[in-house]
């Protein structure tokens, strides 16, 4: 793997396209900021050896031009407090100004380009944009594992201006060893939790890791997908009905691939999508008309639980209800505990992206899990066996 630890930056300009698309309140204060701090130990190294780092990234969903809410200056105070020296900001990301402040840029300063994504060409990967990026430095990093799984100008369109000298930083080599070391070096027994709201996202993952797995485990939504295939009664809970049938041709998958599936035998059911409603206990092949799975019960809780625990290795995506409300976030928080008690015992835990660490994240346990992936769709497409546009452009 091309990391850069095999090169010294001393004297070189490193462009290097993090993913800084941070969630931020109406006053633009970073609400977490784990996406800049895991860039750090890269800048860092960049800095140490005497080079400059030209830092670029998205931010949010704009419209195709430049819109004050997503710009990323927002982000200039809190990167300088982490780094401790005041950071440069360039108003545009390609142009006159970038250019004059990338080359005017010194040894161990450090330089953030304005929101990439204000030009349409990023996200069509125009090769005319890749090209007046790649002039502002010497060397092209990649570190936005986030977005590897976008073939963008500023993810892999712009590689090939650097034949020799493009690199993965240290937060892509470790997003890539972690899931490596899940999907082919992984300790068994090895333990896949699937949640979330939809069956339909995650099916290829689930029919790749029938293969790799001694026990999966599916809640959230996407389990009464499977209970109403079998028959169920599951009332108004979430359901694909176009997905009935893939739902029970998984569960044949399972048993004859010998892998120990399970689903909930129990819910925590509600009259109403929301915290204040009624709720109760019920099985899951037997929710009233009326009602709605919107978590776990206590049972699954009891045998998921044992299964977790138990595990050398756990792969989890998804969270096991709707954690975001208090009354149905008791599932999720089990399963973290039990993630978190098996990690205690020697075993190798990933968290994937998006919903499920920000389910970690909202029961402070982030630092108890062995990795907590930056990657949501990039980790999960990885996981499926596809190659990622971001990291074949580096490879290549
Ligand atoms: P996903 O993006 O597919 O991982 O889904 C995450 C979302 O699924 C979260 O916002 C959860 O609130 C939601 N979710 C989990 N369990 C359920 C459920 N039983 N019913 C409805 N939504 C759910």
């Given amino acids: ?113 304005e929101n990439l994504r204000f030009y349409k060409e990023e996200e069509k990967g125009d090769v005319g944009f890749a090209e007046k990026l790649s002039k502002l430095g010497d060397i092209y990093v990649n570190d936005a594992f986030g977005t590897a799984h976008r073939a963008h100008a500023s993810t892999a369109v712009i590689a090939q201006f650097f034949p020799n000298a493009k690199y993965f930083g240290y937060l892509m080599a470790a997003e890539l060893a972690n899931a490596e070391k899940v999907l082919n070096g992984a300790v068994r027994p090895f333990t896949a939790i699937m949640g979330g709201a939809k069956v339909s996202d995650k099916i290829e993952l689930i029919e790749r890791l029938l293969d790799k797995v001694d026990s999966l485990i599916i809640g959230g939504g996407m389990a009464y997908t499977f209970a109403k295939a079998q028959g169920g009664k599951i009332g108004k809970s979430l359901v694909e009905e176009d997905k009935l049938g893939l739902a029970l041709e998984l569960i044949d998958k399972a ?64 969270p096991m209800g709707v954690f975001e409300m208090e009354k149905f976030e008791k599932g999720t928080k089990a399963i973290a505990d039990a993630v978190v008690k098996a990690t205690e015992n020697g075993a190798f835990s990933l968290i994937g992206g998006g919903d499920s660490a920000a389910a970690v994240a909202k029961f402070n346990l982030t630092d108890d899990v062995s990795y907590v992936s930056t990657g949501g769709g990039a980790l999960l497409e990885y996981m499926e066996g596809k190659e990622l546009p971001g990291v074949k452009a580096i490879n290549d």
């Fill in 1 to 113: 793997m091309k990391t850069i630890d095999q090169i010294s930056f001393a004297g070189k300009k490193a462009l290097v396209r993090v993913d800084f698309n941070v969630p931020l309140d109406k006053d633009y204060n970073i609400t977490d900021d784990n996406r800049m701090t895991a860039a750090l130990p890269t800048i860092n190294k960049i800095l140490k050896d005497g080079g400059a780092v030209i830092l670029m990234s998205h931010l949010g969903r704009p419209k195709g031009g430049p819109e004050d809410k997503f710009s990323l200056k927002h982000l200039v105070p809190h990167l300088s407090d982490l780094l401790g020296q005041q950071v440069e900001f360039a108003d545009d990301c390609i142009g006159p100004e970038a250019v004059e402040k990338a080359g005017a840029l010194q040894s161990g300063e450090v330089l953030l380009l």
């Fill in 255 to 318: 048993k004859s691939k010998g892998v120990n599936l399970l689903l909930p035998t129990d819910s925590i059911v509600a009259d109403n999508f929301s915290n204040d409603a009624n709720t109760g206990i019920a099985q899951n092949n037997a929710i009233e008309d009326g009602w709605m799975g919107l978590d776990i019960g206590p049972d699954s809780i009891a045998e998921f639980s044992k299964v977790v625990e138990g595990s050398k290795t756990i792969l989890w995506n998804g």
